[in-house]
Structure formats: structure tokens, C-alpha cells
Nanobody, 122 residues
Framework: VQLQASGGGLVQAGGSLRLSCAAS????????MGWFRQVPGKEHEFVAA????????YYVDFVKGRFTIARDNAKNMMYLQMNSLKPEDTAVYYC????????????????WGQGTQVTVST
């Protein structure tokens, strides 16, 4: 599966952005999906994940209540709605896919998009 992330940009603290991840292929629903983020000099940090069916979601504590992950299997799309953004949310955000159950470990994901920059200003 090939992935392409989009939707990043510059936003003021407290603002919102919606990231999108477009996937190729006809078996999108068989992949669990995740969002990760990375800042220079650090490893990928888990943000959120969603099961292939979309019925189960999982978030890292520091985004709970602010971010929402969703997917539309009919359109081969995944989304990350980010509200109440903080400067510390500034990073390159990546979407990733893996067969089977969702995971919070970057090493479990075999397929990655190219990343989209999110910058939150004070």
C-alpha cells in the first residue's frame, strides 16, 4: 500500500488542522493505520491509531480530547482532526499502515507516507 499525507500547515495556538492520508490499493480495510510525529533529532512518536474497520481507536495521552482519528474505507482515506493545538504539537506528521491489529510502535508499521509539516505558533 502507498500512502500520502497532506493537510499540514501553520496555525496559531488553539487552532485546528485536519490531516489526511490517502492510500492506494483495494484492501485498505485490512490495514490498521496510525499517525506518528517526529521532530528533528528524535524518533517517531506515536499519536493515534485506528483498526482496519475503524471501530477501535487508540490515542497517546497527551492528545486525548484534542485529536480524533477516523477513516473512510470506501474512499481509502484516513484523517486526523487536531483541535486546541499547542506549540509542542509542532512536528512532521506521518501516516503509517500495517496488516493486523493497530499498534503504538513505529517499528510495527511497514508502510509510511512522506510526512506533512505542522507548525503551531504562539
Amino acid at each position: 500500500v502507498q500512502l500520502q499525507a497532506s493537510g499540514g500547515g501553520l496555525v496559531q495556538a488553539g487552532g485546528s488542522l485536519r490531516l489526511s492520508c490517502a492510500a492506494s490499493g483495494r484492501t485498505f480495510s485490512s490495514y490498521a493505520m496510525g499517525w506518528f510525529r517526529q521532530v528533528p533529532g528524535k524518533e517517531h512518536e506515536f499519536v493515534a491509531a485506528i483498526s482496519g474497520s475503524g471501530l477501535s481507536t487508540y490515542y497517546v495521552d497527551f492528545v486525548k480530547g484534542r485529536f480524533t482519528i477516523a477513516r473512510d474505507n470506501a474512499k481509502n482515506m484516513m484523517y486526523l482532526q487536531m483541535n486546541s493545538l499547542k506549540p509542542e504539537d509542532t512536528a512532521v506528521y506521518y501516516c503509517a499502515a500495517r496488516r493486523g491489529d493497530y499498534s503504538s510502535s513505529a517499528s510495527d508499521y511497514a508502510y509510511w507516507g512522506q510526512g506533512t509539516q505542522v507548525t503551531v505558533s504562539t
